[in-house]
Structure formats: C-alpha cells, structure tokens
C-alpha cells in the first residue's frame, strides 16, 4: 500500500486572488445534494456531493466552494494510480477555517474511482484539504491511523474523470517532502512548475 500522508501542510497557493474568512461562514448548512464545477488549467469536471454521506464534512466543502476559497487553488500532489489531492494553501486564511473543527464521520460511500474525500492526519482533522481517487481504493474505506477509521468519501466526480486523469502527476509524492519551500510561494512553484492549478470552483446545481 502506498504511504498515504494526508497531512494538513501550510502550503501557498500559486495566484494572487488571495480566499477571505468570517466565522459566520462556518455555520452555513449544505443543500441535501449538489453539484460543483471545478475550472483547472486542464479543463473542467464536476463532483456530485450527497449531504447525508458526511453531514460535517460536506457543510464544509460547501462553505469552502461557496466563499471561493478552492479560486486560485493547487493539485499539489497528484500520486498516479492513487489520488489528486488539492487545496487553496494561504496559510493565514486556513488558520482562520481550522479554528472550526470538523467531527469524524463514518464511511458510507467507498473510496471507488473518482470519489472524492477529506485529507487527514489524526482524530477531528478533515478540514481544508480534499483527494480524488484515480482508482479503486477501498483500503481507505477501513484503514487505521491514529485512531479514526476509514476516509468518509463525500461524493464522486460526474463529469470530467478524464480531466483529472490528466493532471500533472509526474512529481509523484515529491512534492510532500519539500515542506521546506511551503512558505515561499515563488520557491514551491519554481521547482514544480507544472502542477496544475484551480481557476475556479462554483456550486452549480442545488437541492434541498
């Protein structure tokens, strides 16, 4: 099994819409289903998110699309055959968010191809950061780290799986070792030139 460290790093995102934050944001609650149509320097493709899968989680997601914090965000490790896994990283903003923790949840949904969950390190962690599944990986239905079992997928790309196919992949688990450049957005980006980025993220389909 490949070494899976979700961590929560403080990453810079490579682009100059910096994400804002008001507490308020936090309490907003998500429709029961809706869609989301992520813009990427590869093309767009869009993720299906069922509320009742991961109530907390998906609040969160929700609020994070909704207030534009994925804008100018960054596929910063794309491991082949695992997983894309992506943020917004303005360190200053993500201390704000993670004030506002996100209790564990249980699995409903498996970590098949192209669903999509929250990163993690330990216990009420799943916060910022998400990873698409590039194939069936359903060790992360049942697996445990530091006492949580399982990554709670929240929904599943509908569109556009071949677009995340094509990300940058070429650095592998590279990039989760320079934690180092993490804080000088110009280094980072310097060394991995070609990661992809997020132009945009936009709820585009609601239901209640």
């Known amino acids: 099994m490949k070494k899976l460290l979700l961590c ?3 990453l810079l995102v490579v682009g100059c819409k910096e994400p804002n934050f008001d507490a308020a944001w936090t309490k ?10 992520f813009e990427t320097t590869k093309g767009n493709f869009t993720i299906e998110v069922t509320r009742d899968l991961s109530p907390k ?3 969160r997601f929700y609020q994070l699309v909704q207030h534009d ?3 100018n965000g960054i596929f910063y490790r794309v491991v082949p055959d695992f997983v894309a896994q992506f943020g917004n990283t303005n360190s200053g903003v993500m201390e704000q968010w993670r004030t506002v923790k996100i209790p564990d949840e249980p699995v409903k949904l498996k ?3 192209g669903a999509v969950s929250f990163a993690r390190f ?3 962690t799943r916060d910022l950061e998400l990873f698409i599944n590039l194939k069936n990986n359903l060790v992360l239905d049942t697996v445990n780290f530091e006492g949580v079992r399982g990554f709670p997928a929240i929904g599943q790309v509908r569109e556009g799986m071949d677009v995340v196919e094509k990300l940058y992949g070429g650095y592998g ?3 989760m070792s320079d934690e180092n450049l993490y804080t000088d957005r110009a280094a980072f980006y310097q060394k991995y030139p070609k990661l992809d980025l997020i132009k945009s993220a936009h ?5 209640r």
């Open 8 to 10: 929560l790093l403080p």
């Open 28 to 37: 907003e609650q998500a429709p029961d289903r809706f869609s989301v149509e």
């Open 57 to 59: 989680a998906v609040d």
């Open 69 to 71: 914090y994925f804008d």
């Open 111 to 113: 970590n098949q191809k």
């Open 122 to 124: 330990g216990p009420d």
């Open 173 to 175: 688990e590279q990039t």
């Open 203 to 207: 709820v585009i389909e609601a239901k």
